[in-house]
């Protein structure tokens, strides 16, 4: 049961850009930083942002994100074929006192 | 080079105990503030945090499986071991162990993940 409400898919173009939601409340992301999450078929789940609007090395600039009030966004710009995957938005909870993550929302490349 | 890998049955009975082990390198407990954690995934579904270990020894668990699960550490063999009690066929997932590094909040290194199916 998931805390964190992302939509189920988005698609564009490739060179296009999509922007995924995540929505939450004031005990998580209204208090606390958000990370996401890339998880390709059939693998791991990937760090791709954490602090809200930080990169790992090694992750391009064409992935930003950005946090308001009890809600944050995940951009991807110049999208690729490569980027087909499902994203996973997380944070800390202080009510639940434990993590949480959003519902995941599928990136389909047209 | 930070590793995790997963180890585990790959298929328990309803009602058994399950007992997973992450076994990790390249980071130890003894660096202040690093956690381990679990999470799981049906298949099909969305990631579940279910618990995490931190480097004072403190634990977190979800509070809808907070009855049923136990984390612990063993520091000499740089192990995290995970146990769920009460086994149901909806607890059938992929899980994965993961590294949260000193002060964030996020999870950097990911282990493989191990597939647990609850059958009879």
């Known amino acids: 049961q998931s805390v964190l409400t992302q939509p189920p898919s988005v698609s564009a173009a490739p060179g296009q850009k999509v922007t995924i939601s995540c929505s939450g409340s004031?005990?998580?992301?209204?208090?606390?930083?958000v990370s996401w999450y890339q998880q390709l078929p059939g693998t791991a789940p990937k760090l791709l942002i954490y602090e809200s609007n930080k990169r790992p090395s090694g992750i391009p600039d064409r992935f930003s994100a950005s946090m308001s009030g009890t809600s944050a966004t995940l951009g991807i710009a110049g999208l690729q074929t490569g980027d087909e995957a499902d994203y996973y938005c997380?944070?800390?909870?202080?009510?639940?006192?434990?993590?949480?993550f959003g519902t995941g929302t599928k990136v389909t490349v047209l | 080079q930070i590793t995790l890998k997963e180890s585990g049955p790959a298929v328990v009975k309803p009602t058994q105990t399950l007992t997973l082990t992450c076994t990790f390198s390249?980071?130890?407990?003894?660096?202040?503030?690093?956690?381990v954690g679990w999470i799981r995934q049906p298949p099909g579904q969305a990631l579940e945090w279910l618990a995490l270990i931190h480097s004072r020894n403190d634990k977190r668990y979800s509070p809808s499986l907070k009855k049923r699960l136990s984390i612990a550490r063993d520091t000499s063999r740089n192990q995290v071991v995970l146990t769920l009690t009460d086994m149901d066929p909806m607890d059938t997932a992929t899980y994965y162990c993961?590294?949260?590094?000193?002060?964030?909040?996020?999870?950097?290194?990911w282990g493989q993940g191990t597939l647990v199916t609850v059958s009879a």
């Open positions: 997380g944070t800390w909870d202080d009510s639940l006192n434990g993590g949480v």
């Open positions: 004031s005990s998580n992301i209204g208090k606390n930083y």
């Open positions: 390249g980071f130890s407990f003894s660096e202040t503030g690093v956690g």
């Open positions: 993961a590294r949260r590094p000193p002060g964030f909040y996020s999870f950097d290194w």
